[in-house]
């Protein structure tokens, strides 16, 4: 079970932080990932980062403005961003990919969902 918290209404250019929490599974055991929905698109890749933290990767939109991070011996994965833009707005999913190593940017990779927290970011 995943579950996302932290998100809310911010102005442009404030920050937030995201986490996730991660139960009945040991996520070292998972690439996770963030993803965002925002109303009457398609679910886009936000970032992503391996079991170990060694490698991450980053959406071109959110690169330099966003920090994927984790800490498994608490069962966590966060999102730190920072400079957000009212294109920013938008559910904010968590993600739990089985193979470890990949740093994939596609949805269908991904087997376990969290239920989405709301980002919305008022200019």
């Known amino acids: 079970q995943l579950e996302e918290s932290g998100g809310g209404l911010v102005q442009t250019g404030g920050s937030l932080r995201l986490s996730c929490a991660v139960s009945?599974?040991?996520?070292?055991?998972?690439?996770m990932g963030w993803f965002r929905q925002a109303p009457g698109k398609e679910r886009e890749f936000v970032a992503t980062?391996?079991?170990?933290?060694?490698?991450?990767n980053y959406a071109a939109s959110v690169k330099g403005r966003f920090t994927i991070s984790r800490d498994n011996a608490k069962n966590m994965v966060y999102l730190q961003m920072n400079s957000l833009k009212s294109e920013d707005t938008a559910v904010y999913y968590c993600?739990?990919?089985?193979?470890?190593?990949?740093?994939?940017?596609?949805?269908?990779?991904?087997?376990?969902w969290g239920q989405g927290t709301q980002v919305t970011v008022s200019s």
């Open positions: 993600a739990a990919d089985h193979s470890k190593w990949r740093v994939s940017p596609r949805t269908e990779e991904y087997e376990y």
């Open positions: 009945r599974r040991t996520i070292s055991s998972y690439a």
């Open positions: 980062i391996t079991w170990n933290g060694g490698s991450a």
